[in-house]
């Protein structure tokens, strides 16, 4: 599209930055294409499918209620009691979900929570008083990444990923889909750019939508990708593991990949993805191909930061973010193949798509986004102001 008068920004020399995004901030005159993206859960142990029951008066439960306490109390209450199927992977064996921190050990949380309805992200944080952050915090995450508030910061260098082999196993948790690091595998650690100490990348979760309209975690502009690949790691310097970490201060590293569609995938990324045909079901599994984890990301050495959270519960604001300045891409097959999946095997969960796996942006409460994408030079010699600079989107 052609520009407008103003001040231009063409320093970068990316061509597809965040794939078809903001080129360049010009100052105000200037138009915007909509397609345009960004450059610059007290339990009784329960037995085995989430079915809400009615309890009617004179039952005693364990119900939770707003006031996030746990009473047992005469009332007339829908609780879900857990009566799923045991997970198996694809050779017909147990798989172990992880369990979610903050209740008793043999309450397995991770299938207390949904990402819709009345275990949905609005009521995760009065599911289990342990993740009440999800629900008060102030540095929750994802959020909207608005061009206008992005602020330079100079002393943002390059971050740089081990170029390691990983072996790895891929998997339906009835959540989304995920990689995790086989063990006694080679990691890959991550180091500099706004990070002060060493993380080691353990697992990756991917989101997606059933649409190509919404998908990702993250959005730009209040725009959605089809989908988002998170990168995670733990600082392997000051604690011992992820679990330790994710309540910890400055114990999570997560990498956001914004996903794009394309004509092919990007290669790393079909690497990630292969057998997920095998694990259409929620706890099945499958051993991954050996994936190089540096080869995921982007071509750019441009990126966004912000300190925010884990998208899921317990939702502990420990995070450091990292959003590349480019996608990755996926095509339509990949993507049909994501959306066939299911939530688990069961007659109630067999029907219910995966698709749709996202936390909707939280409120950023002032907080400051970083960049390393200098906004200020112009192709005309002349400084934008920065109460003047505004974003162009681009085709």
Same mark, same amino acid.
């Given at each position: 599209?052609?520009?407008?008068? $103003?001040?231009?920004?063409? $320093?970068?020399?990316?061509?597809?930055?965040?794939?078809?995004?903001?080129?360049?901030?010009?100052?105000?005159?200037?138009?915007?294409?909509?397609?345009?993206?960004?450059?610059?859960?007290?339990?009784?142990?329960?037995?085995?499918?989430?079915?809400?029951?009615?309890?009617?008066?004179?039952?005693?439960l364990p119900v939770v209620y707003l006031s996030v306490v746990y009473l047992p109390v005469v009332y007339l209450s829908v609780v879900y009691l857990q009566l799923g199927d045991q997970p198996t992977g694809d050779q017909g064996e147990k798989v172990d979900r992880p369990v979610e921190e903050g209740g008793p050990p043999a309450v397995d949380w991770g299938q207390w929570w949904t990402y819709d309805g009345i275990s949905g992200p609005r009521f995760w944080g009065v599911i289990n008083p342990a993740w009440s952050r999800c629900r008060e915090g102030r540095r929750q995450s994802p959020i909207n990444i608005d061009p206008i508030t992005l602020l330079y910061d100079p002393n943002l260098t390059p971050f740089a990923v081990d170029r390691v082999t990983v072996g790895?196993?891929?998997?339906?948790?009835?959540?989304?889909?995920?990689?995790?690091?086989?063990?006694?595998?080679?990691?890959?650690?991550?180091?500099?750019?706004?990070?002060?100490?060493?993380?080691?990348?353990?697992?990756?979760?991917?989101?997606?939508?059933?649409?190509?309209?919404? $998908?990702?975690?993250?959005?730009?502009?209040?725009?959605?990708?089809?989908?988002?690949?998170?990168?995670?790691?733990?600082?392997?310097?000051?604690?011992?593991?992820?679990?330790?970490?994710?309540?910890?201060?400055?114990?999570?590293?997560?990498?956001?990949?914004?996903?794009?569609?394309?004509?092919?995938?990007?290669?790393?990324?079909?690497?990630?993805?292969?057998?997920?045909?095998?694990?259409?079901?929620?706890?099945?599994?499958?051993?991954?191909?050996?994936?190089?984890?540096?080869?995921?990301?982007?071509?750019?050495?441009?990126?966004?930061?912000?300190?925010?959270?884990?998208?899921?519960?317990?939702?502990?604001?420990?995070?450091?973010?990292?959003?590349?300045?480019?996608?990755?891409?996926?095509?339509?097959?990949?993507?049909?193949?994501?959306?066939?999946?299911?939530?688990?095997?069961?007659?109630?969960?067999?029907?219910?798509?995966?698709?749709?796996?996202?936390?909707?942006?939280?409120?950023?409460?002032?907080?400051?986004?970083?960049?390393?994408?200098?906004?200020?030079?112009?192709?005309? $010699?002349?400084?934008?102001?920065?109460?003047?600079?505004?974003?162009?989107?681009?085709?």
């Amino acid at each position: 599209m052609a520009q407008k008068e $103003g001040c231009a920004y063409n $320093g970068s020399g990316l061509t597809t930055p965040l794939g078809k995004a903001i080129d360049e901030p010009l100052c105000k005159g200037v138009s915007r294409s909509p397609d345009g993206l960004l450059t610059t859960l007290h339990s009784a142990r329960s037995p085995v499918v989430y079915l809400p029951v009615v309890y009617l008066p004179v039952v005693y439960l364990p119900v939770v209620y707003l006031s996030v306490v746990y009473l047992p109390v005469v009332y007339l209450s829908v609780v879900y009691l857990q009566l799923g199927d045991q997970p198996t992977g694809d050779q017909g064996e147990k798989v172990d979900r992880p369990v979610e921190e903050g209740g008793p050990p043999a309450v397995d949380w991770g299938q207390w929570w949904t990402y819709d309805g009345i275990s949905g992200p609005r009521f995760w944080g009065v599911i289990n008083p342990a993740w009440s952050r999800c629900r008060e915090g102030r540095r929750q995450s994802p959020i909207n990444i608005d061009p206008i508030t992005l602020l330079y910061d100079p002393n943002l260098t390059p971050f740089a990923v081990d170029r390691v082999t990983v072996g790895g196993v891929l998997l339906n948790t009835g959540h989304g889909v995920e990689w995790r690091a086989a063990q006694g595998s080679a990691l890959a650690n991550v180091t500099g750019g706004p990070l002060s100490y060493t993380y080691t990348l353990t697992h990756a979760r991917i989101h997606f939508g059933h649409t190509n309209h919404l $998908g990702s975690e993250h959005l730009v502009d209040n725009k959605a990708f089809p989908g988002e690949l998170q990168l995670y790691g733990y600082n392997s310097q000051l604690y011992r593991n992820f679990s330790q970490a994710s309540s910890q201060v400055y114990g999570v590293l997560a990498v956001a990949l914004l996903i794009q569609v394309g004509e092919s995938v990007t290669p790393e990324l079909r690497v990630l993805l292969d057998g997920v045909e095998r694990i259409t079901y929620g706890g099945s599994s499958v051993t991954a191909a050996s994936l190089v984890v540096r080869g995921l990301l982007p071509a750019t050495e441009h990126y966004l930061t912000y300190d925010g959270s884990l998208t899921q519960p317990a939702c502990h604001e420990t995070v450091t973010w990292i959003i590349p300045n480019k996608p990755l891409y996926i095509n339509t097959a990949m993507l049909h193949q994501l959306r066939a999946l299911r939530q688990g095997n069961s007659s109630s969960l067999a029907h219910a798509p995966l698709a749709n796996n996202f936390r909707p942006v939280q409120t950023a409460h002032h907080r400051t986004i970083r960049t390393n994408i200098h906004f200020t030079t112009t192709t005309r $010699g002349v400084r934008c102001r920065a109460g003047e600079q505004r974003p162009i989107y681009k085709v």
